[in-house]
């Protein structure tokens, strides 16, 4: 069941993100080389709390973490670690809140130091999808007229789009209906109306769109070992148009 929220509703999601979009700007000065994803985690964690919200990942599913940390060629899903960021690598870093009752999501790769000409297109590409996939988050389109478009500026720059995990609905609930694949036919799915808060995060990969799940149980990587990104904004659908809560 899809749950569509009131303009206060909404405003409510919006300060939940503007946390989420906070510390992710935080951490954009902490993504260095040396630095540990576990550093960043704590640093996160702390940014959070001082703001009267919770850490929307820790302890769901018994997950133990305030990010999701995700080097090179893992997808999502990432444990921050004591692994040093290097020159040359990407990370995707994922965050999410809760405040005043509501859940703010949202992530980004970052480059560090000299990255290849490849992994600059990659992230490029991927950012650029997500921002495409939004401006379709219209009233009355239809929910894959997102899907189709993400997918179509991915495959056009020769990349993929991981079909395994998918955006989705959130509000009260960290997940919520409807799922957002990032491929599909356009002018299908169910048709958007206002009051619908979605988060959008296209996947994207080099390589084979297939991943497979490390023995941690959560850590997806590519199949082929080829580098992945991510980003994702949450956004709700108005009769003013899109309206991205989780950019300051």
């Excluded at 219209?138 to 991981?162: C, P």
């Excluded at 206002?194 to 490390?214: D, H, R, S």
Aim: aromatic residues 6%; hydrophobic residues 40%.
């Amino acid at each position: 069941m899809i749950i569509l929220k009131s303009r206060a509703e909404v405003e409510k999601m919006r300060a939940s993100n503007l946390i989420v979009a906070e510390v992710l700007e935080a951490l954009n000065e902490k993504v260095n080389i040396g630095a540990t994803s576990l550093e960043l985690d704590r640093l996160a964690e702390e940014l959070i709390i001082k703001r009267g919200a919770k850490p929307a990942f820790k302890g769901y599913r018994g997950y133990k973490h305030t990010l999701c940390t995700s080097f090179n060629e893992e997808v999502v899903h990432g444990i921050p670690c004591k692994r040093e960021i290097k020159d040359g690598d990407i990370i995707g870093i994922d965050c999410g809140v809760l405040y005043n009752g509501f859940y703010g999501d949202s992530a980004r790769t970052f480059a560090i130091g000299n990255v290849s000409d490849e992994a600059k297109k990659l992230i490029k590409v991927t950012e650029e999808s997500l921002y495409i996939g939004i401006e379709k988050a219209i009233v009355g389109n239809r929910l894959f007229d997102i899907s189709a478009a993400v997918q179509k500026n991915v495959e056009g720059n020769g990349f993929s789009v991981v079909r395994d995990f998918v955006g989705h609905g959130i509000g009260t609930s960290l997940h919520e209906d409807p799922q957002i694949p990032n491929f599909g036919e356009a002018g299908t799915g169910v048709k958007l109306r206002a009051g619908m808060v979605l988060a959008l995060e296209p996947m994207v990969n080099i390589g084979t769109y297939k991943v497979k799940v490390q023995d941690d149980k959560w850590t997806v990587v590519t199949e082929d070992g080829k580098l992945s990104a991510h980003f994702e904004h949450t956004i709700a659908v108005t009769e003013n148009g899109p309206y991205i809560l989780s950019k300051k």
